[in-house]
């Protein structure tokens, strides 16, 4: 009967691994932590990308490292960032700080936002925000400078790119059928929208134009799953979901992750994802406020701080699950997460 049972759950896995089907909490194996991450250093992870490490053979979470920490004016914790480091030798259980990257290429204090990464020709390349000091309130140039690395550790600046003004951040970038490729980002003086420009080498990048407008949104992420492309968008209350044959035209679903789940830290909605496509699964990792009522909850004490539990952040994992022709996310249901080693 033991072995009945056994050989139940490990077909009802494989199956689900294949299809892609929710599995039921009697047979998950690989239980996704809650939270999967918080930075011990600062304790402010976000805007997190996961990436395979092939020199490493581990997994990477790349993050910007807010200073939650650090009691200091306004949103300053939110500037002099540096792009943290975690590992995953166990297939996306326990993740391990291995510090910052070093990425300043002109003097000073500086800040680095929500890294990129795409892999291509034994060449990772990495497409970051970037302004120049650090700043007590929201504001000043931003840049989406470009990097290339062997190794995901020691990068080699290539230079900021020319988009369509100095207020641009959050790339995401993503290879079409034919080769080229197509990065989408932020621009804040195009009133928050979703831009896009391309690129055969990934150096040299064509004029920009609006892919999403309507209300302002930040964060795009692109993939592809079940036979469509999809982007998902920041609202700062959820995800906004769109889906895509071809990348081109671009239609506008429902939201998701805008509601807390009963796990620990997962509240009060998910903010800034990225996608994980493996093993006909999709795996969304986001971060969190866990101490705010809504993600845009940060008043200012009597010092002119925000408090520390209105700063932190904690990254987190949930499945993504194609139904009715879209996506959805329960981040309440138990899912099997496992992130498999890749080969070239």
């Known amino acids: 009967m033991k072995h009945f049972t056994l050989l139940r759950i490990c077909l009802c896995i494989g199956l689900s691994f294949l299809m892609g089907w929710p599995v039921h909490a009697q047979d998950v194996i690989h239980k996704a932590p809650a939270p999967l991450y918080r930075d011990p250093v600062t304790d402010g992870a976000?805007?997190?990308?996961?990436?395979?490490?092939?020199?490493?053979?581990?997994?990477?979470?790349?993050?910007?490292?807010?200073?939650?920490?650090?009691?200091?004016?306004?949103?300053?914790?939110?500037?002099?960032?540096?792009?943290?480091?975690?590992?995953?030798?166990?297939?996306?259980?326990?993740?391990?700080?291995?510090?910052?990257?070093?990425?300043?290429?002109?003097?000073?204090?500086?800040?680095?936002?929500?890294?990129?990464?795409?892999?291509?020709?034994?060449?990772?390349?990495?497409?970051?925000?970037?302004?120049?000091?650090?700043?007590?309130?929201?504001?000043?140039?931003?840049?989406?400078?470009?990097?290339?690395?062997?190794?995901?550790?020691?990068?080699?600046?290539?230079?900021?790119?020319?988009?369509?003004?100095?207020?641009?951040?959050?790339?995401?970038?993503?290879?079409?059928?034919?080769?080229?490729?197509?990065?989408?980002?932020?621009?804040?003086?195009?009133?928050?929208?979703?831009?896009?420009?391309?690129?055969?080498?990934?150096?040299?990048?064509?004029?920009?134009?609006?892919?999403?407008?309507?209300?302002?949104?930040?964060?795009?992420?692109?993939?592809r799953f079940r036979g469509y492309f999809w982007m998902l968008t920041d609202e700062w209350k959820g995800l906004r979901i769109y889906r895509s044959k071809d990348l081109d035209k671009w239609e506008k679903q429902g939201l998701i992750l805008g509601e807390a789940s009963s796990r620990p830290e997962d509240r009060p909605s998910g903010a800034h994802a990225d996608v994980v496509v493996t093993n006909h699964r999709a795996y969304i990792f986001y971060f969190t406020h866990p101490g705010r009522k809504s993600h845009n909850e940060a008043p200012l004490g009597e010092n002119g701080v925000v408090p520390y539990d209105l700063r932190r952040s904690s990254i987190q994992v949930a499945q993504l699950v194609f139904k009715d022709g879209t996506l959805t996310c329960d981040h309440d249901a138990d899912f099997e997460f496992y992130l498999p080693d890749e080969t070239e």
């Not at 207020?167 to 080229?180: E, F, H, W």
């Open 46 to 223: 976000a805007d997190p990308v996961v990436v395979w490490n092939k020199e490493a053979k581990s997994w990477w979470m790349l993050y910007t490292q807010r200073r939650a920490n650090l009691d200091a004016p306004d949103v300053a914790y939110c500037y002099g960032t540096k792009i943290g480091v975690a590992e995953s030798t166990d297939h996306g259980q326990t993740w391990v700080y291995r510090g910052a990257l070093d990425l300043e290429f002109e003097d000073g204090h500086n800040t680095f936002w929500a890294p990129e990464v795409v892999y291509r020709d034994g060449e990772y390349h990495m497409f970051v925000a970037y302004i120049r000091g650090v700043r007590s309130h929201w504001g000043g140039d931003k840049q989406i400078v470009h990097y290339t690395s062997r190794n995901l550790w020691n990068w080699k600046c290539e230079g900021p790119l020319k988009l369509s003004s100095n207020s641009v951040i959050d790339a995401t970038v993503y290879q079409k059928p034919d080769g080229r490729w197509r990065m989408w980002y932020k621009d804040e003086a195009a009133g928050s929208h979703t831009l896009m420009a391309e690129s055969k080498s990934l150096h040299d990048w064509s004029a920009s134009k609006v892919v999403i407008d309507g209300d302002a949104h930040e964060g795009p992420n692109v993939f």
